[in-house]
Structure formats: structure tokens, C-alpha cells
């Protein structure tokens, strides 16, 4: 193999650390040519000093002159600002481009990485949720290798045919199966979830995640939002993909074909599984991952969702049916009310109330433009934020 040239974007969060663990472990295949963060200006600068990329970049001037001092002495140039994200997701000298930012700022450098023509691996999920039209068709028109980070895409990625296509009856393909943990309270009394605390949501049994997404987890938007993911990355419509939840969280996904065979992906819940997957294919690395051992896991069990537990899942479905804006409307009003719960500024249930509120108001519209997707994020967000100010009042 090549040597590769990355830029991780987000390389100060669980998946960037993931990322450069696995990265550390190959050095004759990876280097590293740019890494980028936000606040964790101290963890960059000692990635920086690990990792010696050409460029290091961070949101704004004064934490890029805090980076600077840090890295008085070492050959990397510190840039700073939107525009810097987008231009070392996209330099000639990388072909590798991770996007693991959170959130919808994630979005316009994963653009500009596919637009540049890149390996994009994709973490962000965010990117195909608000815009998954546009980023798909940037990756066709600039020639871009899409492969998914997200665990359950990994998986179905890899129990796809080779050389898919995008057209699941061509392949003999009846329907991807998400698996979902269930997350900290698949099993609690419901009629006790009116109190659940930030504390309990963000344990997640199985995976140790940023807060916003364990929050996801436990609600199971998470899983409504990777049903979004998957019908951009597989073509895959609504009724062709299910969610089935398995608690031991060793399968990471399905696909099931037209004579009844279901290939699944298996390994420990451990995302350096598929960023190594991903950083290496079509070949394979070490990742630093225990191996699987079955026996003494012994069982591994499935149950189907319930959608009176989890509301947010059912709501997923909804704004993907509606199409259009709703998807982006769906992603902003559950950002507004997670950050919300987070901040105890609303329980628990009313997450799920809010989302649906929002999307009550502002239905679908359209998507014909980034802007109008910009537009229906910033109304949704509104919408959401005057939805949660009546709880607080
Ligand atoms: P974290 O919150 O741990 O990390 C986010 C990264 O993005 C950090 O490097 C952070 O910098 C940076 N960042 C945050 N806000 C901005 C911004 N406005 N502009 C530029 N950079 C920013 O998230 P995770 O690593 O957990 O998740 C990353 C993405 O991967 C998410 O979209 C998530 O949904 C997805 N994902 C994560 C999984 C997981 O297991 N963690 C599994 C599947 C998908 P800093 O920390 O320095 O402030
Ligand atoms: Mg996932």
C-alpha cells in the first residue's frame, strides 16, 4: 500500500484520538499531514508535537495564537477560520481526509474534501442528515471515495457486495438492519423516564462517546439519524431499512439478501474497528482491538424497537418520509433540545416533544440550495429554542 496523506478533522475528539491511535500504529502507511480542533488547544499541541503535521488548525485567532506559543520551535503552521478548515481538507499533497468535527459545522469541510476529490472518511453524520442530496452529489462530481466511520454503516459497508453500486435490487438486496444498543434505558420502568437526569443519559452502557451523542443514544435518535445516513449512503428507502436492537452491541449491522442469506459485520464495540477499516482499505490493519471472544460472551440477543419508549426514532422515520428540508429540521430542533437537556432547561421527555413540535411547525421545505437547507436549520432553530423557553418560563 501507498503511503497516505491525512487531514483529521476533529482530531481532538473521541474519533480524532481514536483515529491517531490506530494512525500510531502504522507508521510506515499513515502520515499526518494536517490536524484540526476547537477548544482543546493543549491535547492539538501535544498531537501536534506527537504527530508533526505541515499544518494545524483551530476556529479563531486567539486560541491559534495560544496553539503557536505551544508549538514555539516545531515546523507547523497554524491557521485559523472556516476557510482553513475547508483548505487542508482539501491540499493536493492529502488524499485522505477523516471528518469527524461535530455537528453541522462539520459539514462544509467534508463538502470541500469531496469536492476536492478525496478518501473521505466519514464520520460526521451530520453532513448526510442536514445535506446528504448535496454531499452525495459532490462526491459523484468530484470523484470522491466515500467510506463510512459510523460503526453501523462501516458494517453494512462491509456486508454490501463489492463494487455496489447504489442500486440495492441490482445486488439482490432486500433491506439493511441497523442494530441499536437501546442505549442506558432500554429497560427501565417508562413511566420513571419523566426523571431521567443528564448524569444517566449520557451512561451509556457499551460505548464511551461525546455527550451529545450519548444523549442520542439514549433517546435513539441516534439510530433515527443513521437510518437518515443510511438511505444517503446505500440508496436505501424508508421501508428498506429496519432497526433491530441488540443490546451486546457485537454486531454492528446487517444486510439481508434476496435468497434470506444476512451478512453481518462482528467485532468488540470499539471504533478503532472501523477507522481502521476505513484508513486501510481494501486492505487491513491491526487496530489495537481486543479480539472477539465469543464464548465468553456467550449470547447475543435481538428485540425490535419500541417506538413508545423511543418516540424520536419514529420522528426520524417521519422527516425522512416528508423529505425535502425536514431532515435538517429534524437534526437542529434535536441539537436545541438536547444541549437544552443537557443544560436542565427541559426533562427528558420533552426532547421528543420539542423535535416534533418543530417539525409540526415548519414541515419539510425546500432543499433545493445549501442556503435553503441554512435557512431551515436557523428557523428550526428558533422554532425549537421558543419551544423550550415555554418550559423554562
Ligand atoms: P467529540 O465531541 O468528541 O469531538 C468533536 C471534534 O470536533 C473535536 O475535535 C472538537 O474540537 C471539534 N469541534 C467541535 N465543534 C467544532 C466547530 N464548531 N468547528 C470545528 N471543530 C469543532 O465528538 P465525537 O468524536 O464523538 O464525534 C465526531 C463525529 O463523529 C460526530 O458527528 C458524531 O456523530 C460522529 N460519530 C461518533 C462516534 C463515536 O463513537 N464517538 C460514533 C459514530 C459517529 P475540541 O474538542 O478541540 O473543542
Ligand atoms: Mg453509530
Known amino acids: 500500500m501507498n503511503l497516505r496523506n491525512l487531514t483529521i478533522l476533529g482530531a481532538t475528539g473521541t474519533i480524532g484520538v481514536n483515529t491517531l491511535d490506530v494512525v500510531a500504529r502504522h507508521p510506515d502507511r499513515f502520515r499526518v499531514v494536517a490536524l484540526t480542533g476547537q477548544n482543546q488547544i493543549e491535547k492539538l499541541a501535544e498531537q501536534c508535537r506527537q504527530f508533526r503535521p505541515r499544518y494545524a488548525v483551530v476556529l479563531d485567532g486567539d486560541k491559534a495564537q495560544a496553539l503557536r506559543t505551544l508549538l514555539a520551535g516545531l515546523d507547523t503552521e497554524v491557521l485559523y477560520g472556516v476557510e482553513a478548515l475547508n483548505r487542508v481538507a482539501s491540499l493536493p499533497e492529502v488524499d485522505t481526509v477523516m471528518a469527524a468535527i461535530v455537528g453541522a459545522a462539520g459539514l462544509e469541510p467534508a463538502l470541500a474534501a469531496a469536492r476536492a476529490g478525496k478518501r473521505v472518511l466519514l464520520a460526521n453524520k451530520e453532513t448526510l442528515v442536514m445535506a446528504g442530496h448535496f454531499f452525495m452529489q459532490a462526491v459523484k462530481d468530484g470523484g470522491a471515495t466515500l467510506l463510512p ?82 438511505h444517503w449512503l446505500f440508496n436505501a428507502r424508508p421501508d428498506q431499512i429496519d432497526v433491530v436492537i441488540h443490546p ?56 425490535a424497537p419500541d417506538t413508545r419508549r423511543f418516540p424520536c426514532l419514529a420522528l426520524a422515520y417521519r422527516a425522512l418520509e416528508a423529505g425535502g428540508a425536514a431532515p435538517a429540521v429534524l437534526n437542529a430542533a434535536n441539537e436545541e433540545a438536547v444541549d437544552a437537556f443537557l443544560n436542565h432547561r427541559i426533562p427528558y421527555l420533552a426532547i421528543a416533544e420539542v423535535i416534533a413540535a418543530t417539525l409540526d411547525r415548519l414541515g419539510g421545505g425546500p432543499a433545493d440550495s445549501l442556503a435553503a437547507l441554512r435557512a431551515s436549520d436557523a428557523a428550526a432553530r428558533a422554532a425549537a429554542r421558543e419551544l423550550i423557553a415555554r418550559h423554562t418560563a
Open 248 to 303: 451486546q452491541s457485537i454486531v454492528h449491522s446487517m444486510v439481508e439478501y434476496q435468497d434470506g442469506s444476512v451478512l453481518a459485520q462482528l467485532s468488540s464495540p470499539d471504533m478503532r474497528t472501523p477507522i481502521a477499516h476505513a484508513l486501510a482499505y481494501p486492505e487491513r490493519v491491526t487496530a489495537g482491538v481486543p479480539w472477539l471472544d465469543l464464548p465468553r460472551i456467550g449470547t447475543l440477543t435481538f428485540e
Open 149 to 230: 466511520i459510523d460503526s453501523e454503516h462501516n458494517a453494512v459497508f462491509q456486508s454490501m457486495p463489492d463494487a455496489y453500486t447504489g442500486d440495492l435490487a441490482a445486488h439482490g438486496v432486500r433491506r439493511v438492519l441497523l442494530t441499536a444498543s437501546g442505549g442506558p434505558f432500554r429497560t427501565r420502568d417508562i413511566d420513571t423516564l419523566a426523571r431521567v437526569t443528564p448524569e444517566e443519559a449520557v451512561a451509556h452502557p457499551n460505548w464511551v462517546m461525546g455527550r451529545k451523542i450519548s444523549v442520542d443514544s439514549a433517546t435513539m435518535m441516534n439510530k433515527g439519524l443513521e437510518v437518515i445516513e443510511a
